[in-house]
Nanobody, 123 residues
Framework: QVQLVESGGGLVQAGGSLRLSCAASGLTFSVYTMGWFRQAPGKEREFLARISRYGGTTYYVDSVKGRFTISRDNAKNTVNLQMNSLKPEDTAIYYC????????????????WGQGTQVTVSS
């Protein structure tokens, strides 16, 4: 049974930082591209970043480029998202996801999902 469990969310002031983690189990972690998404109330789920199977390649959407950093540790089956310079518009539920497509940028490209962790950025 595949499980992805996010942690690290919380309430932070604008300009602050948070580090999200996602622990994976029940899958061969290094086979999967890992991605982070977020979903704000009333909005569609938004792709943020992905990292290749062995961490050699990362990709970010423009809205988080330079502020967020994705990383993974295949020995620990974890993927992280370091978020700096947070803004109120970053407030959302954040999800990690696993997919086999190397260049996935949409929810349809990812097969396994965590339950999400809430990030709230106050102004």
């Amino acid at each position: 049974q595949v499980q992805l469990v996010e942690s690290g969310g919380g309430l932070v002031q604008a300009g602050g930082s948070l580090r999200l983690s996602c622990a994976a189990s029940g899958l061969t972690f290094s086979v999967y591209t890992m991605g982070w998404f977020r979903q704000a109330p009333g909005k569609e789920r938004e792709f943020l970043a992905r990292i290749s199977r062995y961490g050699g390649t990362t990709y970010y959407v423009d809205s988080v480029k330079g502020r967020f950093t994705i990383s993974r540790d295949n020995a620990k089956n974890t993927v992280n998202l370091q978020m700096n310079s947070l803004k109120p518009e970053d407030t959302a539920i954040y999800y990690c996801a696993a997919g086999v497509r190397q260049s996935g940028v949409g929810p349809q490209d990812y097969h396994h999902w965590g339950q999400g962790t809430q990030v709230t950025v106050s102004s």
